[in-house]
């Protein structure tokens, strides 16, 4: 049984973490047993080879303790390299000679290296998980800790390279709860927005399933699925968007795999002649429809691997932020609201 402190601090942990999308629904997609497969390929292709036996023989022994002599030298020359800002996805230039001096944290033990700056937390990175799309690795708030984005996902990997973290870090130093781990990921988000927002234009709308607000005033782009709770009850209440002039337009992701019966459930309202009734009788009544045409449905999961999209439904706003989960319609619309206030703003300026 809780104690009263432990339920409040319980409260308290479940609004900050407080989750309104539907999560993967195929077991192999979620994201920490994407970690794993990307990790077991790596060692698979020879990505990481195990370390040499040392040999028994006391002539190689006296070499091997040369060699950790000369690490531990090395290591203290690393542990004065200061962290760095964000790094990109791409490896930055030498600057100079001196920089080929640097540690190689994909040849040296972890065990002899105590702090990697942004750089080498980067290589290190990229040959653990080289099929993996890695961005934004920048130094935390908690000291020792680095942040970054695997799969969509935001990960925490110690400053010596050996441990890494998945979850949510909250800060309880202040009167309300803060979610760390949310709010860098909506600092990622919004650096994103420009190119989310061009992509998304550069669709056709005639391959969305549209539901077009009588007094148009905003426009929203959802990723949906029809197996997905919360992309049911937004829906439901489809009537309350389309009544505050917000039209919704509706793009594929069956978040089991475009081979899946979720997919299959999407075809059929994407092959029908009316697909706005087929939508609806497939979220509201569970019947659904067979469908043998082209679907857009390919180009539409492209999209969402490159947004990093992990649940459903996953709301792209005209500027390109994305909202990863239901809002009520009074909420969107204050939100839209805001951010046409802003625009105008900028644009008088």
């Not at 390279?161 to 009167?175: A, E």
Request: hydrophobic share 35%; charged share 25%; proline share 4%.
């Amino acid at each position: 049984m809780m104690n009263s402190k432990s339920l409040a601090l319980f409260s308290l942990l479940s609004l900050a973490l407080g989750v309104t999308a539907c999560d993967n629904a195929a077991s192999d997609n979620t994201t920490d047993e994407k970690v794993q497969k990307i990790s077991n390929k790596a060692s698979e292709e020879g990505a990481l080879k195990p370390s040499s036996k040392v040999s028994k023989d006391a002539t190689e022994s006296e070499k091997t303790s040369a060699k950790i002599e000369s690490a531990n030298q090395e290591t203290e020359t690393v542990a004065q390299v200061k962290p760095v800002k964000e790094t990109s996805n791409q490896a930055p230039r030498e600057e100079n000679a001196g920089a080929s001096k640097r540690t190689d944290v994909r040849t040296k033990p972890l065990q002899d290296v105590t702090v990697l700056d942004s750089q080498q937390i980067s290589d290190l990175l990229r040959n653990k998980f080289p099929s993996a799309n890695i961005q934004h690795i920048a130094p935390s708030e908690i000291d020792g800790l680095y942040s970054f984005v695997l799969q969509g996902d935001l990960y925490y990997i110690s400053n010596n390279g050996k441990y890494l973290i998945k979850g949510q870090v909250l800060d309880i130093s202040t009167p309300k709860v803060r979610n760390l781990s949310s709010e860098r990921m909506a600092e990622i988000q919004k650096k994103e927005s420009p190119m989310r927002m061009k992509e998304i234009n550069s669709l056709d709308e005639s391959d969305m399933v549209v539901f077009k607000a009588p007094n148009e005033k905003h426009v929203i782009t959802i990723f949906t699925d029809v197996d997905c709770g919360f992309c049911q009850k937004m829906h439901r209440e489809r009537q309350n968007y389309l009544d505050l002039g917000i039209t919704l337009r509706y793009l594929a992701f069956p978040r089991a795999g475009l081979d899946s019966k979720s997919a299959a459930k999407l075809e059929g309202i994407w092959c029908a002649a009316d697909q706005q009734t087929a939508m609806t009788e497939a979220k509201i009544q569970n019947k659904y429809r067979t469908g043998n045409c082209q679907t857009p449905f390919k180009e539409h999961m492209a999209l969402v691997r490159k947004f990093g999209l992990n649940g459903t439904p996953g709301i792209i706003l005209e500027n390109g932020d994305l909202i990863g989960g239901y809002l009520p319609a009074e909420v969107l619309n204050r939100r839209l609201t805001e951010l046409s206030s802003e625009q105008e703003k900028v644009a008088n300026r």
